[in-house]
């Protein structure tokens, strides 16, 4: 009886594959970077054979370790990044290098749209706002940029996909042309409420509805693998985005459950239930689907968190290692009125500003790197108070706690922060690799290895957690945060 669950975690700068056990264990895990293409400044590409590639690497280097084979597996999962669209001929051939989604060559053309009827339309059947990060503008380009692409696609000879659909697509030895439904939403050319391609949206972006996979739910058998060597016989029974995948890893099955990842920037994803909850300047999408149901997720992308204390070590060179902020900040009792907007790449949600840049405000002769350190880290708790404000104003969803995941998570000084700014619990979970543990999770209940979501829970509650309250005056979170928002005002609108 096989006994383990393997987990295919496909992210924008590598490949990795974990074996899990029935504790959610990892046994094993084997890890290859691919290349960052840039052909031009602000564009990214992936080569689609590197990536297969590294996969065949990296799953073979894994149960070597563990010493198991294919037998040993009941069920393999994938996670992978969103949005970035590669595409392909039938024989499995990639006609283009992948567009990223970090790729902004279609900046123009969305801005061109922007405040047009499309706006509108995107926001209301596919949970998004027009932006180059998504994957529909990317498709137009191809279509209209890459030689006799357009008449392959009439023709359903040429195939496009977020990378899952690609990886199942080549698993299964091009058997399986489907793709997720939290991939399929962040497309931007998906009805998020109907589960289908919008023709609206495919006929203004003029994509062949042919061209495209079709649109299944996250949990379930997706097919067997037949086309890569370590895996061959392994059923494949999870697929779903990264961010919704660690959502599903942290165990954030009910509504107003919600996690936060502080990588290099921030993903805050809060399930909301049944029923797509809408707002401004968050942005709607499927938190995951199993046995005809459906869970919405609103999702905060904040986009420069962990990358302030990156630039703490590399750029002003006042810690040598990322933990050391932690020490520094505290070295202080408060920030003394020194406020960082780290909006080196603009500003995400809620703020939507790609003019803004960063600033530091408040400086006195008194200040020095222990209040830069601590202004960069507060500055990660403030945006993700400013996309926990929106959640509540705009839409109504008020969290119990927030579970909390990813590098910058290690830091005492940021979680106690974050639930004093937020007057929420802050709870760091015993989950890492939350989104490679959420593709398993998802692999292991379709084949029956884990009986269900309380299974789960249960799972996960006994990896054991700790818990940080808040614990600061109403008067002086009010005053924080208010200076906080005065110093965003400076960094906005910095570049137009
Ligand atoms: P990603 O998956 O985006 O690469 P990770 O989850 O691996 O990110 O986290 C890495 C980020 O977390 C880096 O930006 C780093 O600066 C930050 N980081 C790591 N450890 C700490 C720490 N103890 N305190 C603050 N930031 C940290």
Not at 95 to 104: E, F, K, M, S, Y
């Amino acid at each position: 009886m096989a006994k383990f669950v393997g987990a295919i975690d496909q992210g924008t700068t590598g490949t990795r594959f974990i074996v899990f056990d029935h504790e959610g264990n990892q046994i094993s895990s084997a890890y290859r970077e691919h290349e960052q293409i840039y052909p031009e400044p602000g564009w990214i590409e992936h080569d689609p054979d590197e990536i297969w590639e590294k996969l065949g690497i990296v799953t073979e280097e894994a149960l070597e370790e563990a010493g198991l084979n294919a037998d040993d597996l009941v069920s393999v999962g994938i996670t992978n990044q969103r949005e970035t669209v590669f595409t392909w001929d039938e024989r499995g051939e990639p006609l283009h290098n992948g567009i990223v989604w970090q790729d902004r060559r279609t900046s123009d053309r969305c801005e061109e749209l922007e405040g047009t009827h499309v706006g509108e339309v995107v926001k209301g059947k596919t949970g998004l706002r027009l932006d180059p990060y998504f994957s529909a503008t990317k498709i137009e380009w191809l279509l209209k940029n890459v030689n006799g692409l357009r008449g392959e696609a009439e023709k359903g000879e040429a195939l496009f996909g977020t990378i899952e659909s690609w990886l199942i697509w080549k698993l299964t030895g091009g058997d399986v042309y489907v793709t997720d439904h939290t991939n399929a939403s962040r497309t931007m050319l998906f009805d998020i409420e109907e589960k289908v391609w919008d023709q609206e949206l495919l006929d203004f972006f003029d994509v062949p509805r042919r061209s495209l996979p079709d649109p299944v739910e996250n949990v379930q058998q997706y097919g067997e693998v037949s086309n890569l060597e370590p895996l061959n016989g392994v059923a494949i029974g999870a697929a779903l985005g990264d961010q919704q995948a660690a959502l599903f890893g942290q165990g954030c099955y009910n509504p107003g459950e919600a996690k936060n990842t502080y990588g290099t920037g921030s993903f805050l994803l809060v399930n909301v239930g049944d029923k797509p909850c809408f707002s401004e300047n968050l942005l709607t999408t499927i938190g995951f689907s199993a046995d005809g149901e459906t869970r919405y997720a609103l999702e905060g992308s904040i986009y420069s968190t962990g990358a302030t204390i990156q630039w703490l070590r590399d750029g002003l060179n006042i810690v040598d290692e990322a933990a050391e902020s932690e020490k520094l900040a505290k070295s202080v009792d408060g920030n003394d009125g020194v406020y960082m907007v780290p909006a080196f790449a603009g500003l995400g949600a809620p703020h939507w500003d790609s003019n803004a840049r960063g600033t530091i405000v408040g400086l006195t002769r008194g200040s020095d790197e222990r209040h830069l350190a601590r202004a960069g880290l507060e500055s990660i708790a403030y945006q993700v108070e400013d996309v926990l404000r929106s959640m509540k104003d705009e839409a109504d969803q008020e969290l119990d706690e927030l579970r909390v995941d990813g590098g910058a998570a290690e830091n005492n000084f940021l979680c106690q922060f974050q639930s004093d700014i937020s007057s929420l619990p802050v709870v760091r979970t015993g989950v890492f690799e939350s989104s490679a543990l959420g593709a398993a999770y998802g692999a292991g209940l379709t084949v029956g290895f884990w009986n269900g979501l309380e299974e789960l829970e249960e799972l996960i509650k006994s990896k054991g957690s700790q818990r940080f309250e808040p614990d600061m005056e109403p008067r002086e979170r009010a005053e924080l945060y208010n200076r906080w928002i005065k110093a965003v005002k400076r960094a906005r609108n910095w570049t137009s």
